[in-house]
């Protein structure tokens, strides 16, 4: 099915387009590889998995701007995923490369069997080709899970349900004796979608480089942290 992007939110639209825009300066400013140049898989990146309100969008979001990369959060990739003209222009500049490493991934990151246009694969597709032409922070749907394991900075957000509660029950207007169990529940989606497409291994914290507690940090201690996490790693410069 196809869809326009001016039918979408008018900040998300405007958003991949800034993005395209990026690319296509990027590509006029790197220099032509030689034809026997081996492309590196993947670019920098950090990925960011999070319990339910506990300020892993913030984080994401300072994150970007301190290291001047893109975010991909939730509704971007969605756009990027669904939108028929904002994956032909992420997917048409892939030369036999991109495709054939495209392709040996998506089959080595998946434990299920998916159709090759369903969500799941335009998704795992999408992220993999972000990820490739440059270098960005992905905000949940399981990026982590999708992209090479020896590669980029992966990092854990939570904190305890007490605070997660009452951050939920600010944010949707109910009280926390109402937010509790729908964090809960939201929490246990989420854990049960990564297992069942990623495996009995998919919520182990041993995944993650960098597990954060916020309960006693604020967004910029958190940026500070993960910076410092990308230093020690030699990821940024």
Not at 37 to 44: F, L, Q, R
Not at 58 to 81: H, K, N, Q, Y
Request: hydrophobic share 40%; glycine share 6%.
């Amino acid at each position: 099915m196809s869809s326009g992007m001016s039918s979408r939110t008018p900040g998300l639209a405007q958003a991949v387009e800034q993005q395209m825009r990026n690319w296509e300066l990027a590509r006029a400013q790197r220099p032509v590889p030689a034809e026997d140049a081996s492309a590196p898989e993947v670019a920098d990146f950090v990925t960011i998995a999070r319990t339910v309100a506990s300020g892993g969008g913030e984080i994401a979001r300072a994150l970007g701007t301190r290291l001047r990369w893109p975010v991909f959060d939730r509704e971007l990739l969605d756009v990027m995923s669904s939108d028929d003209r904002a994956r032909r222009a992420i997917y048409e500049r892939l030369d036999e490369r991109d495709v054939s490493w495209l392709e040996a991934m998506l089959r080595s990151v998946m434990v299920t069997t998916f159709q090759r246009e369903d969500y799941l694969h335009k998704l795992t597709r999408t992220v993999l080709s972000l990820a490739r032409k440059g270098p960005g922070v992905f905000l949940g749907r399981a990026a982590d899970l999708m992209l090479p394991r020896d590669r980029g900075l992966r990092v854990y957000v939570t904190a305890s349900e007490k605070r997660r509660a009452r951050a939920f029950a600010l944010r949707t207007n109910i009280t926390e004796a109402l937010a509790a169990p729908e964090v809960e529940r939201i929490d246990r989606e989420r854990a049960d979608f990564r297992r069942h497409h990623f495996g009995d291994t998919a919520n182990e914290l041993t995944r993650y480089d960098l597990v954060i507690v916020m309960d006693h940090f604020d967004t910029e201690h958190a940026v500070e942290l993960i910076c410092a996490a990308l230093r020690a790693r030699g990821i940024t410069h």
